[in-house]
């Protein structure tokens, strides 16, 4: 299981590349790298920059190739954290623990903000060192697919339109809006490591299945754990219905628990390499945090 100082350790060595790439010298356009950095830096737990490097190294590369491309991929997450806490959408004064960015700073700057990690997460990878430029196009072709209407923002749409009544309806908003990003991440870390085009044909089915599965114990943390896990308004005390309105507490786990197990049938083809993935989405599905 992976161990929480090494996962302090790579926390750390993300959040000290972070910094390099969002100072900004004096200059017109400077506070909107300070709005960035508050937003960035409010605590996340680099979930998913981490899995890119995680699963980088399982699959045979070089994690540090893979930092850059990871960092892009939480700021897209960043931008829809900022969106989702305007007035226009979820309308949340807390992320975090910590006032939202609209809070902070002008309403407009925000959005502003939010639009800036979309373009320079982009920039982050065209300017990655150590990655060809036929992997640089591959991920920015999974990171468009997968934060677009065919992914996050369709989430997004989803979940604001608010007429959810079925159990599907909750599954294919919780595949898009959250599972999207964490595909990604995978899929990501399977191009940094020049896996297989069969080998990645498996990866993006185990990413399905895991990104599904961690929504799931999201939604079963929420009510386990309370709002004060995320520091915001849960998705319950807003009066959304998520997976365990369906299936209760502990149908819920069962059901992670089954995608669990379907994603590591998935990979096992892969031999010595799904132990390391395994590893990977047992710690996603069976966190508490």
């Known amino acids: 299981m992976l161990k929480e100082k090494y996962l302090s350790e790579k926390v750390k060595i993300i959040e000290e590349r972070m910094m390099q790439l969002i100072t ?3 200059s ?16 996340g737990k680099r979930l998913r920059p981490i899995l890119v490097m995680e699963v980088t190294q399982a699959l045979g590369g070089n ?5 850059d491309p990871a960092i ?24 975090r623990g910590k006032p939202t960015l609209h809070k902070v700073f002008p309403e407009w700057q925000a959005l502003l903000t939010g639009d800036f990690f979309l373009t320079f997460a982009f920039q982050c990878i065209t300017e990655a060192t150590h990655i060809t430029a036929d992997q640089k196009v591959s991920l920015i072709q ?23 009544t079925k159990e599907s309806q909750i599954e294919e908003l919780h595949i898009l809006k959250t599972g999207a990003l964490l595909e990604a991440a995978i899929e990501i870390g399977a191009i940094i490591a020049g896996s297989h085009p069969q080998e990645i044909v498996l990866l993006r089915s185990f990413a399905k299945d895991i990104g599904l599965a961690f929504q799931i114990i999201d939604d079963v943390l929420d009510v386990t754990a309370g709002a004060l896990k995320h520091g915001h308004s849960s998705d319950a ?3 959304k219905l998520t997976y ?45 945090y």
């Open 24 to 26: 900004c010298p004096p």
């Open 72 to 95: 892009a991929l939480e700021m897209i997450h960043t931008s829809s954290l900022i969106h989702d806490d305007m007035p226009c959408m979820d309308n949340d004064d807390f992320r």
């Open 142 to 164: 999974v990171i468009a697919l997968k934060a677009g209407a065919a992914g996050m923002i369709g989430g997004q749409l989803i979940d604001l339109q608010g007429d959810i």
């Open 237 to 239: 005390a807003r009066g």
């Open 244 to 288: 365990v309105n369906f299936l209760g507490v502990e149908g819920s786990k069962k059901r992670a628990e089954e995608l669990l197990e379907r994603a590591l049938v998935t990979i096992a083809p892969l031999g010595e390499k799904s132990r390391l993935l395994a590893e990977i989405a047992r710690f996603i599905v069976e966190r508490t």
């Open 28 to 43: 017109n356009y400077k506070s909107i790298f300070d709005s960035a950095a508050y937003s960035l830096f409010s605590g």
């Open 63 to 67: 994690w540090e190739h893979a930092l």
